[in-house]
Nanobody
């Protein structure tokens, strides 16, 4: 059974930091493309950051220089360190994985919202001004 379980969301003031974690199980984590998406009320889900099976990272322009995606293959855990948070970062954040059986995933770009095989339940991030 595939599971992606996010944690670490919360409420912070502008300029603050949060770290999100995503514990993965039930699929070959080391071969997957992993990503963080977010969705604000009334908006479409958008990719924020991604990391592929080779460790290549990609970011949305809106978060470059502020957010850092990383993964611990030994713990099957994905992270998103978010610094210098802004009110416009307020959204539900989702962990996602694109994992195809027997195939390693490589991407030089963010995953599109249609590409993940699996999604977490989401964790809320609220940034106040």
């Amino acid at each position: 059974q595939v599971q992606l379980v996010e944690s670490g969301g919360g409420s912070v003031q502008a300029g603050g930091s949060l770290m999100l974690s995503c514990a993965a199980s039930g699929f070959t984590y080391t071969r997957a493309c992993m990503g963080w998406f977010r969705q604000a009320p009334g908006a479409e889900r958008e990719g924020v950051a991604g990391i592929d099976s080779g460790g290549t990272t990609t970011y949305a322009d809106s978060v470059k220089g502020r957010f850092t995606i990383s993964k611990d293959n030994a713990k099957n855990t994905l992270y998103l360190q978010m610094n210098s948070l802004k009110p416009e970062d307020t959204a539900m954040y989702y962990c996602a994985a694109r994992a195809l059986s027997g195939v390693s995933c490589y991407r030089g770009r963010l995953l599109a919202a249609s590409e993940p095989s699996y999604w977490g339940q989401g964790t809320q991030v609220t940034v106040s001004s």
